[in-house]
């Protein structure tokens, strides 16, 4: 018997002299996904914060401004890693599918705008909130348009989801006039928003949540036809252009030159969250794909209620709170309800978009079949 036999391995004492580091460790290997995703909901919750920190801030950038500062440096990065890991079918993706990127494009630009509007006007958690319609819709969607199964706890989901919107809207007519902001402490830095124009904000969310969900109905066609980082280029792409060209066009609007230097840091940093945002969601989702994972996407309610307290000392108040609180519930069961998906099945690398859709996806095969004879 050698001399190695006889000696306990360095992990083994290791562990045996630090048990703590070894629990650590252990915890990390079997959260990691989770972990991951957990920080991908850390630099969203950040960029929509530094995105209604602009639009209120001094410069009161327009939110065409604040999408080109974020979709043109995450167009810039994504460009360049899949150049350098030479992604397949870079940098315009395969021919059968250039259409439908063209139209989740098109529809994820317009649910980035009625999100970046609509924060200037709502609360970060309770424009976060609305985020959470968008798999039941999607699901809804799909069932109509791609023939896929929408099931009766699905509907039964939605419809709750419905009521936490309208808790949320609390329209005066079936309210009563209701002061629904709680100021934790005297808040800082924030315009004043008319009641019409809270509701006018609701109404854009709801856009935007239709405009999500054509996004993520065309990724389900699209399948594993194109890479995650293709979709996400050409949505960056039309966003950066789409935004450029309105800036130019559109009367009284036009690029605000960022007074300081913290201006100009901010919308920077908005670009590089955006990048990272993508990549960590990308690699946590790849590690796990369980519902744990997918249910860590809603930690970011908890990220957008500390921004908006410590930075505009403001949180919704208890009839938004209710809403924004039957609608994570709703959705969040109907995540749950999903079946677990067959990992070796799965290959295709989630995007930021998708990640939200969980196991709603398992169906995307057979779509991808019906979609390449159609395309």
């Not at 990065?77 to 899949?82: G, K, Q």
């Not at 690398?349 to 995307?364: I, K, R, T, V």
Request: net charge positive.
């Amino acid at each position: 018997m050698s001399n190695r036999s006889l000696s306990p391995s360095r992990d083994h004492v290791t562990s045996a002299l630090h048990p703590k580091v070894g629990m650590w460790r252990s915890a990390w290997n079997n959260n990691q996904g989770a972990c991951l995703i957990l920080l991908a909901e850390l630099a969203g919750a950040s960029m929509d914060a530094i995105a209604r920190f602009l639009q209120q801030g001094e410069t009161k950038f327009h939110p065409f401004q604040v999408i080109v500062a974020r979709m043109g440096i995450t167009l810039i990065l994504s460009t360049l890693y899949m150049w350098w890991t030479k992604v397949p079918d870079f940098p315009f993706g395969a021919p059968s599918v250039r259409g439908w990127l063209m139209l989740r494009a098109a529809f994820g630009f317009g649910g980035l705008y009625c999100l970046y509007y609509s924060v200037h006007y709502l609360p970060l958690a309770e424009a976060t909130v609305f985020r959470f319609l968008v798999p039941i819709v999607t699901a809804w969607a799909c069932s109509v348009f791609l023939g896929q199964t929408f099931t009766r706890k699905e509907l039964l989901a939605g419809i709750v989801a419905l009521i936490g919107v309208v808790i949320i809207a609390h329209p005066p007519w079936l309210f009563g006039k209701v002061d629904d902001e709680l100021h934790l402490k005297k808040p800082t830095g924030i315009d004043k928003v008319t009641p019409a124009q809270r509701f006018i904000a609701i109404v854009v969310s709801i856009m935007g949540v239709a405009g999500a969900s054509g996004a993520y109905t065309t990724i389900r066609v699209i399948g594993d036809r194109a890479h995650a980082l293709i979709s996400v280029n050409y949505f960056a792409l039309l966003a950066t252009l789409g935004s450029t060209i309105a800036l130019l066009a559109l009367p009284k609007i036009g690029f605000q030159n960022p007074k300081t230097a913290r201006e100009w840091s901010l919308l920077i940093l908005m670009g590089f969250l955006g990048f990272i945002l993508q990549f960590l969601l990308t690699a946590g989702l790849q590690l796990d794909k369980s519902s744990k994972a997918t249910s860590m996407l809603y930690v970011q309610i908890i990220f957008a209620l500390t921004f908006d307290w410590g930075i505009w000392g403001v949180i919704p108040g208890s009839w938004s709170l209710f809403g924004g609180f039957i609608i994570i519930c709703s959705t969040l069961w109907s995540a749950l309800q999903k079946p677990h998906a067959n990992v070796e099945k799965r290959m295709r690398e989630p995007d930021e978009e998708s990640a939200l859709l969980g196991h709603q996806a398992e169906n995307s095969g057979d779509v991808e079949r019906r979609a390449s004879i159609s395309a």
